[in-house]
Each structure stands twice: as C-alpha cells, then as structure tokens.
C-alpha cells in the first residue's frame, strides 16, 4: 500500500483535460515539494514537475503541478494520444527516511 | 547528454546475491547524489536506495534494509547495488536515477532504461 494517494485510472478524449490528484500527509508533502513523473512501460521514467509547480526544459507547458497542504494536483491540458501513460507523484517522508511515490494513475486518451 | 546504463541483472534463486551496476556519463558523477528504483510486474514505481554525492549519507527502503548495500566509485563514474538474501519479492525491473543535487533527496532528473532482476528456483 503506498503512502501517497493517487486515483487508479483517468480518462478524457483528445483535446480535453485531466487532473490527477495526489494526497499524503504532513510528514511528505505537508512539508516537502512533490514531483511528478511519466512512465510509458518498458521505457525510462520522465520528470515532468519538480518542486511542486516547476516544469524542467523540453516539457511542454500542457503539463502543469500545483499543491496546497497536503495534497497535489498534476494537470494535463489538450490531451494527445501520445500522453497515454502512467503518472506518479513522490516526495521525501521524513518520518521513514524514504522517498515515497504514489500508487501510479493509468491516463487513457478515449 | 545526460546517460546511465544498468547492467548486472538476470535470474537468481531465492537466497541468492546479485550486484547491478549503473554506468553514468554526460554529468559530473561526483557531485550528484543517486538513487535506485524498481517497478515489480504490474506494481507501481518503489524507491530503494539513495547515496549522497560523496558516499557519506545513504537511505533505504524497508523492504531492502539489511539486506541491500547502495554504493558508488567515482573513478569509474559507476552506482553499484548488492542484493543478498534475495525473495521472489524482489523481482522487478531496477532502474538507477539521477538526484538533482549532491546532499538530500530531492527528484530524479534523468533515469536508466531499467534492468530486470528475476528470483526464482
């Protein structure tokens, strides 16, 4: 069971928009910056967002982070076909003395 | 560019010792700390070890405490990780990450394509 909470599965047709949300506690993201990350199976996972809202050069400004508290919320707008993937979010928990990800979000381009 | 390559893994019987390399290039190796990921078949993303730039700190997971050792040797740019005592739980493809910086964990900015490590009899 992961210590970050993220929804199994989101969906939306080309074009549209969609948000996965990542919840966790004061002991990670209450006190931590959170990042995202893209993984296509069988390929190297890919930063997306650092430090909560940052997008690292050659991302595309579609992508977009934000968090409040506890929680964290990862956006996608003008979905692509090529966007199909999984998405995690993770962030340090001081309380383990580990990083912590998510439980992965499925994204599918209906 | 920024390039980290595994190598090491393969099948090994449950009990059994393994060590992955991770061959870095395209960056200072010395100055970043380093990180070890796995991704068991149809689970998510685990965090596994971390090493500070200069090897004095490093973290694990709970899953591997006591029974993985992270390291590194700056003279050859290389990451290493010993797994001892090895499960069937422990089957997963490793990747080795990049930390953005030298001291404390922060995000991984760039990734290995992953080696597979099978455990079993």
């Known amino acids: 069971q992961s210590v970050l909470t993220q929804p199994p599965s989101v969906s939306a047709a080309p074009g549209q928009k969609v948000t996965i949300s990542c919840s966790g506690t004061?002991?990670?993201?209450?006190?931590?910056?959170v990042s995202w990350y893209q993984h296509l199976p069988g390929t190297a996972p890919k930063l997306l967002i650092y430090?909560?809202?940052k997008r690292p050069s050659g991302i595309p400004d579609r992508f977009s982070g934000s968090k409040s508290g506890t929680s964290a919320t990862l956006g996608i707008t003008g979905l692509q076909t090529g966007d199909e993937a999984d998405y995690y979010c993770?962030?340090?928990?001081?309380?383990?003395?580990?990083?912590?990800f998510g439980s992965g979000t499925k994204v599918t381009v209906l | 560019q920024v390039q980290l390559v595994e190598s090491g893994g393969g099948v090994v019987q449950p009990g059994g010792s393994l060590r992955l390399s991770c061959a870095a290039s395209?960056?200072?190796?010395?100055?970043?700390?380093m990180h070890w990921v796995r991704q068991a078949p149809g689970k998510g993303l685990e965090w596994v070890a971390y090493?500070?730039?200069?090897?004095?700190?490093?973290?694990?997971a709970d899953s591997v405490k006591g029974r993985f050792t992270i390291s590194r040797d700056d003279s050859k740019n290389t990451l290493y990780l010993q797994m001892n005592s090895l499960r069937a739980e422990d089957t997963a493809v490793y990747y080795c990450?990049?930390?953005?910086f030298g001291v404390g964990v922060t995000y991984f900015d760039y990734w290995g394509q992953g080696g597979l490590v099978t455990v079993s009899s």
């Open positions: 993770g962030s340090w928990d001081i309380s383990l003395s580990a990083y912590v």
């Open positions: 395209g960056f200072t190796f010395s100055s970043h700390g």
């Open positions: 004061t002991s990670n993201m209450g006190n931590y910056y």
């Open positions: 090493i500070r730039y200069d090897g004095s700190d490093k973290y694990y």
């Open positions: 430090d909560s809202n």
């Open positions: 990450a990049k930390d953005r």
